[in-house]
């Protein structure tokens, strides 16, 4: 019988720790901070959102985003930091998704 564990909580309560620990032995893990790492990596759909509602000059000229300047932003403005919540929340949650699927998918082969 499989199960599927979900790991929360605040900052520094152990989460990287329990991670650590249930990668060492051998159990499959999704990172939904990796996750949100992903998404929005040139042509995915989150660094897309961001581009259509931040402007094009959010990401450098190579396509990548810039992360200093996206900061300055959401930092500075409480409402634009929640409309880049609402705009990563379906790509990242898309995205766990995916992964979890594909680790089933291994499983059961």
């Known amino acids: 019988m499989s199960h599927i564990l979900g790991l929360t909580g605040?900052?520094?309560?152990?989460?990287s720790t329990a991670s650590k620990f249930f990668?060492?032995?051998?159990?499959p893990v999704v990172d939904a901070d990796y996750g949100a790492r992903m998404v929005v990596e040139p042509?995915?759909?989150?660094?897309?959102?961001?581009?259509?509602?931040?402007g094009a000059d959010i990401v450098f000229p190579n396509g990548v985003l810039d992360r200093k300047k996206l900061g300055a932003i959401i930092f500075e403005n409480p409402s634009q930091r929640e409309q880049l919540?609402?705009?990563?929340?379906?790509?990242?949650?898309?995205?766990?998704?995916?992964?979890?699927?594909?680790?089933?998918a291994e499983?059961?082969?």
Do not use: C, S, V
Not at 46 to 53: C, N, Q, R, T
């Open 23 to 27: 990668k060492q032995e051998g159990f």
């Open 107 to 109: 499983a059961m082969n």
């Open 85 to 104: 919540n609402d705009l990563l929340r379906q790509p990242i949650r898309d995205w766990l998704n995916k992964e979890k699927e594909k680790y089933i």
């Open 43 to 54: 042509g995915e759909p989150g660094l897309e959102a961001i581009k259509a509602h931040f």
């Open 10 to 15: 605040g900052i520094a309560t152990g989460k």
